[in-house]
Structures are given as C-alpha cells and as structure tokens.
C-alpha cells in the first residue's frame, strides 16, 4: 500500500509549490519508504508515497492513460487486476507496466464512476481528470485503506485538501487543529472514529463505499462538491435469506469462496506473511496460504505477558500442526505504558483498546524481519456473529419469544440500573436506539461503553454534544434495516462502526503502515461478504455456537480442538496506567488544571473513579466498563496533548515526534504564489 495527498484550488488556479507537496508527502513516509511521486498541474498538487508490493520496478505514481489527461495517485491493493487488465486490452486501451495502479486511468475511461463498485480490493483513490476538470476520491467498500479530507478558505482562497492521514493535511500548515467533540464522542459510545467526522474540527473521514465528486467551473466559479454510494450494505429481509439446506454442499462453497480471497492476496512480488493469533479465523487463513504456497508462510505472534490474556500456546498448536517456525513477540502493561503516545501520533485518535499497541508492537516485528505484507483474519467475526455478546442476545431472543418481548426489555433496565447509569443515561440510551433500527446484539454491547460518558463528561462538553446521537450520523435507511433479522442489523452496524472504526483503523491500516506494513484481509474479500450476507442467520450463529459455518470449513483444515475452541477476545492490560505504576505524565494529564483546560471532562469525577474502580475487582463488567472509561479519558487528553495543546503534560507535541517542521516558510503560499495560466 502507499499514501497520498492532494490539494485543489477551488476556484482559481493557483500553483501548489513542490516544498508543501513534499513536506506533506514526507509526513506520511512510513507509508511508503520506497519512493515518492508528484503532480502540479494549474490549481492541482498530488503526492504520492510508495511502498512497492505490486509492478516493483515500474510502478511509480502518479499514473496515467495515453494522453495523461487522466492522472491517479493510489493507495492499496486491486486484487483482480488482471482480469481488468485483459478486458482493458480488448477494448483497446494500451497498459505497459505490471502494476495495479494502471488499470484505473483507463477505468475510469471506460466505466466513469461506476467502476468502483466493479473493483475487489482494497483502496483510496485520487483521480483528476484534466478535460472535464472534475475530481474523484474514491474508498473500498469496507474502509480498509483510510482517506481524509477538508475545505479551507484560509488565505482567502477555496481549498480541498486531502490526504491518507490527517498528519499530511496538517503538515501544509493550512488547517488549525481543533477538536471535534463528535469524534471523541465516538470513541465513548463505539470505541472508535468511523466518520464522517474525525476528532479534528472541520476534518472529514470519507466513508467506505463512497466516493467525493469534485467539479470546477470556470476559473473563479465556485466548484460543485458532492457524495456519492457506490455500493451499500445490505442483507435479505428476516425469512427470506438462503438456508441451504445441504449441509456439506454450503460448507464446501463458502471453503471454495474463502480460498479463492485467500489466494487473490498471495499475489504480491514481494514474499506474504501472515499473523497468527490461535483463533480459528486467522489459522484458516494461514492452513489455506499453505496450501496454495507449498509451505508455510512466515507467522507472527503476540505473547501478552499476562497468563490470563496470552495466546501464544494456541497459536504453538497451529504452528505444530503446519509445520510453521512463529516469531513471537511479547507485550506487556510496560510495553504499552512506554509506546502509548506514539500508538496515539500513528492512529490520530484517542485509543481505548490497549492491544492496539501489541498489534503495532507486531508489525513492527514484522517490518525488522524483511516484510512488507502480512495477511489477517479480521472481518470473519463480523460477518459471521463471532462475538459473545451474539450468545447474549440468542439467550434473550428465546426469553423474548417466551415472554412476549417483556424479559428482554426488563433485563436491559436492570443491566443500566447495575451498572450504575443515572436517569439522564438510560434516556440518552434509549433515545439513540430507534436511530439503529431496532435492538440487536451490537446496540446492547455499545449501551455498555455509552455509559461511561455521563460519568465522566462535564457539564460544558455535554452541553455541546446537545441531542447528537452518534448513530444518526450513518444515515442508516432504516426502512431497510428494519426488514432484516437483528442478526444482521448487528453485522450491518459492525461493518459500518466496528470494523472500519476500529478494527481495519486503530487495529489495522493506522498502525500497521505506521510501521509500513500492509494488511490483506481474506475474509473482507467482495465475494465472502456476498456469500455470507445471503445465508440464514442460523449458519452464522448456530444455537450458541458462533463462527458456525467457518468453524465447519476449519475441521477440513485444522485439528477440531482448534476449529471449536470458544472465541477468545484480544486484548492486552489496561490498568498499568493506573495501578502497577503512578506514571509522571498520567497525573499531568489527569490533574485538575489540564482537565479543566481542555474541559471535555469533570474533574471531580476523574479522580473519584480513579481510586474507586479499584474496588470493583470481583465484579467484572462493572470493572471493564469503569476501566475502558478511564483509559478512554486518558487517551483523549493525550490526544489533545499530543495534537492540540502541547501544555498539558510533559510530553512532546506531534511535530516532534513525526519529523514534521512547525512554521514553514511557504505557510501563505496561496497568497504569495501567482495565478497559473487558466484551464
């Protein structure tokens, strides 16, 4: 994968100078280390950082088709290049390198917007096409590859900047960071910044399955900017979904499915390897690459150092199994004490989930050992109902049956009332529920996190957040998903917050490129979601075992202990912030005067739970609950620290830590530089 950049003049066209394009290009040189690419054109500035995996000695950005009056810069990865690359031929158009990245110039000739929905794989896109002065950004349907972008009229001009990171965009020195509190709302009510808005006012995350038109007018006109879908989530109406009633006949297609996605990102010009945590969806993925390959691809491992948390003798059970030698890397409370704010100046958002830092921590590891691409098996819990709260939500379906719907909505009552929420949280929870088209088992898990924001938040920064309700924010067509089974509308809302939000961002692109390291996703493969999305819930969760229809292909691969070991949540400590160690800058950022100067929390409240929740041990979800809250607000003070005011701690700012130069010297650059010659 790579990172791009761009800035467009709205409405003049004005030149772009080379420094910014470079300065913002180098922000993001983890990205791609390989080499770099530029584009100035009247009013137009693309950036290009590569990290070579595809057509290495002729893949250089930007690129174009015959006349490059069709210019791209690209990130990711298009798995059916090929195929694409032939039909292109037949219909004439001439292609004369061996990357990927060709086939769109000529794409778009061919398909104009429509060809983003034709595309499997994974990618943002940066598309200018020079006749028609019309602009495309473009991202995958799941929101693997991350794409930023904003407007500002700083100077007196009209700017669209954009950029694979939100470090590039501030690196021009065009945008003043400012916080967004709907973007650190997100991170109490889903644990992660999915979009549309990010943590930084006035800066966008464009969302998966969508891409920005930008048309200029003449010069001086204003430019028309609109969004569009280009492919949408959806699932058949509750009854009407595939049962498929032979068994094996199921089994045997969705294994053919999954090994073709297995195969499709083996396909690389650099060697491929794979993690390996001893679930049962990354073990899959590596016995099929094996398969394909021959030999076991190289395996990474995490070991947490807690026994309660680590992996690692499940993993050594595959590793057996396969005849694969894992690199091992361990991770504990110090570990994640120490690399916190760099977790933090990768991911650009606050960060609750402490094994992120194991995962970049991994990638790492991977990096040192001469890789560039690692496969993974995120998305099969997703799109297969693989997390506990799934059995939760069976059990309270067949009490809901019995009781006609009564016990479900009394034990929801009682479970805010345990865990301590006050009236003005349950209202708040029950308020936000219609915008998720009715209850289901994701809704029940995020009422778990939405409640630590009435306990902690201030007065002020609820006041701001007024009646926003983080779900609305999807313009979910509820109609729709009113129609579907509550298993499935809980897939929809993991595919739309969870994964993009979380998994594929503070897990996966952000941290992984950070040590640039590509992530390939078998199970996020176009062909698997449409297989899966089709099927009767009761193949993805069956009675109370989860993951049913990957567990049944996995017998065929791996040991049945594997195939069927109960799902196992990663994770990695959370109380070294708080417990093992009184850390100088943890008290910086929590004392009274910093939490009053940023003002999104109560200090009061800060430091009661900060000595309470210690007494919460034997009560485990109250504890996580209390624990994720604190880290939460942790985290957001160290995002603010880290990004938007460097007083609060001792602790270094953003520039520092990313190499990036404070004041430039061409910071007013649109109002120094002339006019380019009209388009």
Excluded at 136 to 163: H, M
Excluded at 457 to 481: I, N, Q, T, V
Excluded at 548 to 566: F, G, H
Aim: aromatic share 10%; glycine share 8%; charged share 25%.
């Amino acid at each position: 994968m790579c990172g791009i950049f761009g800035i467009i003049d709205l409405k003049g066209r004005r030149s772009v100078p080379l420094s910014v394009l470079k300065r913002s290009a180098d922000a993001m040189q983890h990205r791609g280390p390989d080499e770099d690419g530029y584009l100035q054109r009247p009013g137009v500035g693309f950036a290009s950082r590569r990290l070579s995996i595809v057509g290495l000695a002729d893949g250089q950005q930007p690129m174009f088709n015959e006349d490059k009056s069709v210019s791209v810069v690209f990130n990711g990865e298009i798995y059916d290049h090929d195929d694409w690359r032939r039909d292109l031929t037949a219909r004439g158009h001439t292609l004369k390198t061996h990357c990927d990245t060709e086939i769109l110039p000529h794409m778009w000739e061919a398909h104009g917007e429509d060809m983003f929905e034709k595309l499997n794989g994974q990618f943002a896109v940066a598309l200018f096409d020079e006749r028609k002065q019309q602009f495309i950004l473009a991202r995958d349907r799941f929101g693997i590859c991350p794409l930023y972008w904003t407007r500002t009229t700083r100077f007196g001009n009209d700017w669209l900047i954009f950029g694979s990171e939100i470090k590039t965009l501030l690196a021009t020195g065009m945008i003043e960071p400012k916080p967004d509190r709907r973007g650190i709302d997100a991170v109490f009510n889903f644990l992660a910044v999915a979009g549309p808005f990010s943590c930084f006012d006035g800066i966008n995350i464009l969302q998966p399955g969508k891409f920005l038109k930008i048309s200029r007018g003449r010069h001086g006109d204003a430019a028309a900017i609109s969004e569009h879908a280009y492919w949408t989530m959806d699932f058949p109406d509750k009854g009407k979904e595939a049962r498929g009633q032979d068994e094996k006949t199921l089994v045997n297609e969705f294994e053919s499915v999954l090994y073709g996605a297995v195969k499709r990102r083996l396909r690389a010009d650099v060697p491929v390897a794979s993690y390996l945590s001893g679930g049962v969806d990354s073990s899959t993925v590596v016995a099929m690459a094996s398969d394909i390959l021959g030999a076991p691809p190289a395996t990474f491992t995490v070991k947490i150092r807690d026994p309660k948390l680590d992996e690692t003798e499940q993993a050594a059970v595959i590793s057996r199994h396969l005849k694969a030698d894992p690199t091992i890397v361990p991770c504990g409370s110090e570990e994640i004490v120490s690399n916190y704010q760099r977790l933090l100046v990768a991911t650009e958002a606050p960060v609750t989930d402490t094994s992120c830092t194991a995962l970049m921590l991994l990638a790492g590891k991977v990096h040192e050992k001469g890789f560039k691409v690692a496969l993974t098996g995120e998305g099969s819990d997703e799109w297969l109902a693989g997390y506990p709260w799934y059995k939760i939500d069976r059990v309270l379906e067949w009490l809901g049956a019995i009781s006609g719907g009564t016990i479900d909505a009394a034990i929801r009552r009682r479970f805010f009332t345990w865990l301590g929420c006050n009236k003005d949280a349950v209202a708040y929870l029950d308020r936000c529920a219609p915008s998720a088209g009715g209850a289901h088992p994701f809704q029940r898990f995020y009422d778990l996190l939405g409640a630590s924001r009435f306990r902690f938040y201030s007065g002020d920064m609820l006041g701001e957040l007024g009646d926003h309700d983080p779900y609305a924010d999807f313009a979910p067509d509820l109609g729709r998903a009113e129609r579907w089974h509550p298993i499935n509308r809980a897939i929809y809302w993991a595919g739309r917050i969870h994964l993009p939000g979380q998994l594929l961002s503070l897990k996966g692109d952000r941290i992984a490129m950070s040590q640039s390291v590509e992530m390939r996703y078998p199970f996020l493969d176009n062909n698997v979601f449409d297989f899966v999305a089709g099927l009767d819930p009761n193949w993805k969760i069956k009675g109370l075992k989860e993951k049913y229809l990957v567990r049944r292909v996995a017998e065929k691969w791996l040991p049945k202990s594997v195939a069927w070991r109960p799902k196992g949540m990663f994770r990695a400590p959370l109380d070294g912030f708080f417990l093992q160690q009184r850390l100088p800058y943890v008290d910086e950022l929590l004392s009274e005067a910093s939490l009053k100067k940023t003002g999104y929390f109560d200090p009061e409240a800060v430091a009661l739970w900060r000595t309470k929740y210690t007494e919460l041990s034997s009560r485990f979800y109250q504890r996580s609950s209390m624990e994720l809250g604190l880290v939460a607000v942790l985290a957001t003070q160290l995002w603010h620290q880290t990004f938007i005011d460097s007083s609060l701690a001792n602790l270094p700012d953003w520039h520092t830590l990313a190499g990036v130069e404070r004041n430039p010297r061409d910071l007013a650059f649109a109002e120094q530089m002339p006019e380019a010659a009209a388009v």
